[in-house]
């Protein structure tokens, strides 16, 4: 995948809880980026095999809403992403974001 700017934010977000479930409207609103960047970067990351993907139980819904779509980090897009995120600390084009996640 291409380092860009909505690449790092999304990475920033997801290393900064590597082994846990993420959704797609947290990790909007949690990097600052459009729906419309964030779901087809997941998309590419599930083709590359970074992420696997599942669905909440509606058993364990407590409030009425449909059941979310989760993505969890593989060993491969913990490394994948752990790389271009140290890579941008150095990177004078990432200046300025938030990339405190280790």
Do not use: C
Not at 7 to 23: F, K, S, Y
Not at 51 to 76: N, V
Request: charged share 30%; net charge positive.
């Amino acid at each position: 995948m291409r380092k860009t700017r909505s690449l790092i934010q999304v990475a920033a977000v997801l290393m900064a809880e590597p082994t846990g479930r993420h959704w797609g409207y947290d990790l909007i609103k949690r990097s600052g980026e459009r729906s419309a960047v964030v779901y087809p970067m997941l998309t590419k990351m599930l083709a590359e095999g970074w992420m696997t993907d599942g669905w909440e139980d509606p058993a364990q819904i407590t409030e009425k809403r449909p059941p979310r779509r989760y993505y969890e980090l593989t060993e491969d897009g913990k490394r994948e992403l752990g790389a271009a995120l140290r890579s941008a600390q150095t990177d004078r084009r990432f200046s300025g974001l938030n990339l405190g996640w280790a």
